[in-house]
């Protein structure tokens, strides 16, 4: 079976301040993977996605950055957090382009102050 | 370019009362339709797909029916729970839309006992 592993689960940070979300995927071999963002309250927002390792592009800019290091791996992460990162940040995969069902993971919250 | 719409933001229903949530699409062709529940502090999860003209995706007693005609997905269920309390989103994904699959606004549903 698919497991998906966000880490970690919630995060309280300074504005200013690094960041650093994971992601994992197990039991799938070369996933489509992806970054959603999520405000409270809101939408889900893409913002990334990548198809095999090493690969990643950015859908919309949020002065965060994504890579990918392994196959089942997928890193969010910025070097100055803004209070607009602030929100739900979830990992997904599929198998294939997006008329294919995405697999979403439990998620990290991000609060910045 | 493509888009969902779902025109309730929120919905409030007694136990055992029928739903129906609305979903609307703009796309060309035949996009690949979702629906998905989200329950809070977790990732969306997967209800069911459909890709085909009048084809019924159906899944824990939720279905919904694919009509061209009037670019409509609408979600159904005959007798809602307290345990469906949770957020419903419809989307989209299309092979013009790249890796893009794209999220209704969510219809929150609240079903008291």
């Known amino acids: 079976a698919q497991t998906i592993h966000q880490w970690p689960v919630a995060e309280i940070k300074a504005v200013g301040s690094p960041l650093s979300l994971g992601c994992t995927i197990k039991g799938k071999s070369s996933p489509n993977l992806y970054w959603y963002w999520q405000a409270t309250g809101g939408t889900l927002q893409q913002l990334f996605y990548s198809i095999t390792v090493g690969q990643v592009e950015s859908v919309v800019q949020l002065n965060l950055s994504a890579s990918r290091p392994k196959d089942d791996q997928f890193i969010l992460s910025t070097e100055k957090l803004l209070l607009s990162h602030s929100g739900f940040y979830l990992c997904?995969?599929?198998?294939?382009?997006?008329?294919?069902?995405?697999?979403f993971g439990a998620g990290t919250r991000l609060s910045v102050l | 370019g493509d888009s969902v719409t779902q025109t309730e933001g929120q919905v409030a229903l007694s136990e055992e009362d029928f739903l129906t949530i609305h979903c609307n699409y703009s796309a060309s062709g035949y996009p690949a339709l979702f629906w998905y529940v989200q329950y809070p502090g977790e990732g969306p999860q997967f209800l069911f797909r459909?890709?085909?003209?009048?084809e019924k995706g159906s899944s824990r007693g939720f279905e919904a029916t694919y009509d061209k005609g009037t670019t409509s997905f609408h979600l159904r269920k005959a007798s809602v729970q307290e345990s469906d309390s949770a957020v419903y989103y419809c989307?989209?994904?299309?092979?013009?839309?790249?890796?893009?699959?794209?999220f209704g606004t969510g219809t929150k549903l609240q079903v008291v006992p």
């Open positions: 997904a995969w599929s198998l294939g382009g997006v008329q294919n069902t995405l697999y």
């Open positions: 989307a989209l994904g299309t092979a013009n839309s790249g890796t893009y699959q794209r």
């Open positions: 459909a890709s085909r003209d009048k």
